[in-house]
């Protein structure tokens, strides 16, 4: 067999350390159990609700309203929240620093991390986008596009997020400061941010919200899937998904610079006694 | 690459500080081609440091560090192909199995084969080798400290690497899979002619497995030399004991062989007995010294 060239060897084996990941993750029964239960019961909610029509909103039901609000939150808690925790863990418990032992394993390792968390998210959007046209109606008013539309969204939004995850796991470094420092910001910016429609943002945020992804995630989502005269209920009473494709595309090109240069930091600082340090700490309790 | 590798390490002056906390206080160590060297210290003593530098994993306050011809520092992914790695106290990848994880991490090397040197070892072999066949299929948190210990032997040799470093491998092992593991350093060694650094606060163990013994206190190299030499530079004189004319003598010499050839040559030499100074003695009192926080830099070396 050749020997085949060290980068793109690289990230073909961190192709499949993702996949192996996200194997792990299908037959782990705690990620399953927390996917189909916490889908079942945004479902089980926006069921007993689909007659609820929204105030302004020219006949649209809550669970039209709130579907392209829960597909950007799935985005941003899967790609911020998962990466993060993940990652943090992994410098804990060695994970991070057994790859720096191999020839180009950062290179495997942050292949392998992007392609397992973006998989991770499959379940979650399948388990809430397969029983939606039987349970809840047509969600797509502007015609059968608008799924490939929410696809586009979803890949974008992706791109805007995971760099952060990756970067808040870095720096946090440790789960219990993840909770902190990236968790309660990510919860705080999901309300501000107008989660289940427009019209929960309140006024003194909605300046604020507008300076990160996940407002213009749910904005560009809501520009695909919701009917003409439903802008009504946004910001401005207008769609702007230009500017909603900018913001995301101009925080994917910050995140994937910064990510990087972060996660080689981090790695870099892993070293056995550190770990052992660690693990001191921890029976010391 | 292949420039002046008659030493696979070499290390010069090395110093390292935690603050105000000296570590290494001048670390001179070289490791020369088909060797089996034992880094032995008491715990603190630095070792792991030491070897963290070598493997390009710490950067140094002061000194020179080559490795397979190349400065740590700077070593590149082909650098770093080349050195097996085995590390302490790891808890990670607990959600994968053990082939599935030796597979994964034997594929980064396979840019780096060269013609009959192929890269990866195959993976099936290796986990024969160190007696993780039946373990193959388990997931890593299943595994006992021990089987969990060979696994990452197995994972620094998984490579075919020239220099092989290992920070204390075999804690947590039992007797039975120490000597396993024994054996195994020498077959690599034989085999591939794989330099072999590990580090042990052992004795027993320098002992057995190692060709030459550097022992590692107060943050420099005491003694350096096979076991047998190590233990004549720490451990002090010995003691020959005789009776002459009905009394008894005792005389503390370094050199007991040239000291008895004369005194035999003398003559009327009675219960003649040669005390050697023991090498675990003196490695205890280094050990409690150490401990003691009274390792002094200075520790004689050549009495």
């Keep these: 067999m050749s020997t085949p060239a060290p980068r793109a060897w690289a990230v073909r084996t961190g192709v499949r350390r993702g996949l192996t990941e996200f194997r792990h993750m299908l037959r782990s029964p705690e990620d399953v159990a927390w996917n189909v239960l916490i889908g079942i019961a945004i479902l089980v909610y926006l069921v007993t609700q689909r007659g609820t029509v929204v105030p302004g909103s020219g006949g649209l039901t809550l669970p039209d309203l709130a579907l392209p609000g829960i597909l950007a939150a799935t985005i941003l808690f899967g790609m911020v929240m998962g990466p993060a925790f993940a990652l943090s863990a992994e410098v804990e418990d060695g994970t991070v620093l057994r790859l720096r032992t191999t020839p180009r394993g950062t290179t495997t390792y942050t292949v392998g991390m992007v392609v397992g968390q973006v998989l991770g998210a499959l379940p979650m959007l399948a388990i809430l986008l397969v029983p939606w046209p039987f349970l809840l109606g047509d969600p797509m008013h502007q015609g059968a596009g608008g799924w490939v539309a929410v696809v586009g969204w979803l890949l974008l939004g992706t791109l805007a997020t995971l760099p952060i995850g990756i970067v808040g796991g870095a720096l946090a470094a440790r789960p219990t400061r993840v909770m902190l420092f990236v968790l309660a910001p990510v919860v705080a910016l999901a309300f501000l941010s107008g989660v289940f429609g427009p019209q929960t943002v309140p006024a003194w945020a909605a300046g604020a919200v507008q300076a990160f992804p996940l407002y213009w995630l749910a904005h560009g989502l809501r520009s695909t899937t919701l009917p003409a005269g439903a802008e009504g209920l946004e910001l401005g009473g207008a769609w702007h998904p230009e500017i909603a494709a900018l913001v995301l595309l101009a925080w994917a090109v910050v995140g994937l610079v910064a990510a990087p240069v972060v996660l080689r930091r981090t790695s870099a600082r892993q070293t056995a006694s550190a770990l052992a340090h660690r693990l001191q700490a921890l029976i010391r309790g | ?303």
């Excluded at chain 2, 082909?78 to 990848?93: E, F, M, Y």
């Excluded at chain 2, 948190?141 to 204390?168: F, K």
């Excluded at chain 2, 030459?212 to 350096?224: C, E, F, M, N, P």
């Design chain 2, 1 to 303: 690459m292949e420039h002046t590798e008659d030493a696979a390490v070499r290390v010069a002056g090395l110093r390292m500080a935690y603050g105000a906390h000296t570590v290494l206080a001048g670390v001179d160590l070289e490791v020369h081609a088909g060797e089996v060297v034992a880094l032995l210290g008491p715990n603190g003593a630095g070792k792991t440091t030491t070897v963290e530098v070598i493997e390009g994993f710490r950067r140094r306050d002061a000194g020179d560090v080559e490795v397979l011809g190349v400065d740590p520092e700077h070593g590149d992914d082909a650098w770093r192909a080349r050195i097996g790695v085995v590390l302490q106290s790891w808890r990670d990848h607990r959600r994968w199995r053990v082939r599935e994880l030796l597979g994964q991490l034997a594929d980064t090397y396979r840019p780096y084969s060269r013609p009959g040197l192929p890269r990866p070892r195959d993976v099936d072999e290796l986990l024969a080798r160190v007696g993780l066949t039946d373990a193959a299929h388990q997931r890593m948190s299943t595994l006992s400290g021990g089987q969990r210990r060979r696994l990452d032997v197995a994972i620094g040799l998984v490579g075919r690497p020239d220099l092989l470093v290992l920070d204390e491998p075999t804690a947590g092992l039992d007797p039975a899979a120490r000597r396993e593991f024994h054996e195994l350093v020498h077959e690599v060694v034989d085999n591939d002619g794989t330099v072999v650094l590990l580090t042990t606060h052992d004795l027993a163990e320098a002992e057995t497995v190692a060709d030459r013994i550097l022992l590692l206190a107060g943050g420099r190299i005491v003694a350096d030399g096979s076991p047998a030499a190590v233990a004549r530079q720490v451990a002090g004189p010995s003691e020959v004991r005789w009776r002459a004319d009905g009394e008894r003598h005792v005389h503390s010499t370094h050199d007991p062989v040239a000291f008895t050839r004369d005194l035999l040559a003398t003559g009327d030499v009675d219960d003649l007995e040669v005390v050697r100074a023991s090498l675990e003695d003196a490695y205890l009192e280094i050990v409690r010294r150490h401990e003691a926080g009274a390792a002094h830099p200075d520790l004689e070396v050549t009495r």
